[in-house]
């Protein structure tokens, strides 16, 4: 992986990590498209500079995290979920994270999805005692944390699953959305580090010692990645938070629906778009 890769990738996860689009289907696409060879450091890459992405989001929203201390066990009701999930199929996972015609098949039918959302879900309809719903009840935060589970499946997008899963218990948009933010940041912290700890022990098997873990230029991609990841995803909360709280997911739907569309159609047309 050159620097050239490193901040390509870390820009596109910037921009979509948020977004209801798949983060990490569009880094995979992105590696297709760029050559990138799948070596363990580059998987491990992908993952990492998720946590600066993630970390926008405590500037943005830093005031909200001097809250109660129920707004912090709601995030743990609602993360637990994904936690177990992840553990028992962790190499099916892995083992999706290298199709792309999963993520384009996904990226399709999660279009669609996204086309019918402001309809099946009306924001006159969130509603609780007469008021929007903004804060989700215990249950509703469990409920939100199961759909995140959906997005194990590369191309489905956490954001998402999430969302729709904050919009079937009635939340508005903007509080869906920032929900599905929040959650973002014990789910994705949690992956990097057990990522970082499988490569820390596959590196074990292969005598190489905790110094040398990482070579200096890999210390510097991933210092680069997470911070071009956390400007521009500082920048891309901002707009989309604003976006769908007014215009709602349609555009999201149709953009998806042309990419997945676009990457079946060259699959089908024999392009190899497979990760190497």
Request: aromatic share 12%.
């Amino acid at each position: 992986m050159t620097y050239w890769h490193a901040l390509l990738l870390a820009i596109v996860e910037g921009i979509t990590e948020f977004l209801p689009v798949s983060s990490t289907g569009h880094m995979i696409i992105a590696s297709a498209l760029l050559g990138v060879q799948m070596t363990p450091f580059a998987k491990l890459y992908l993952v990492v500079i998720q946590l600066g992405a993630i970390l926008s989001v405590l500037v943005v929203y830093w005031k909200r995290f001097f809250q109660s201390f129920d707004f912090y066990l709601k995030l743990l009701v609602a993360f637990l979920p994904i936690v177990v999930v992840g553990l028992l199929l962790k190499k099916h996972i892995d083992a999706l994270l290298e199709s792309v015609t999963t993520v384009g098949a996904m990226l399709l039918l999660g279009g669609v999805v996204l086309l019918f959302v402001d309809r099946w879900f009306p924001q006159e309809d969130a509603q609780r005692g007469g008021h929007p719903v903004t804060n989700p009840s215990w249950k509703e935060a469990f409920v939100i944390g199961l759909f995140q589970c959906l997005a194990v499946v590369p191309g489905v997008s956490r954001s998402a699953a999430t969302i729709i899963g904050g919009l079937t218990q009635k939340l508005t948009r903007r509080a869906a959305a920032e929900f599905a933010f929040f959650l973002a940041m014990p789910t994705m912290a949690a992956a990097a580090a057990k990522d970082v700890y499988d490569y820390y022990k596959e590196a074990k098997l292969h005598g190489i010692s905790p110094s040398h873990l990482f070579s200096g230029q890999e210390v510097k991609l991933l210092l680069l990645g997470n911070a071009v990841a956390f400007v521009v995803a500082l920048l891309a909360i901002r707009l989309f938070v604003g976006f769908v709280a007014k215009y709602g997911f349609r555009a999201f739907g149709i953009y998806r629906i042309i990419v997945g569309g676009l990457l079946l159609l060259l699959i089908g047309l024999g392009v190899n778009l497979q990760l190497v």
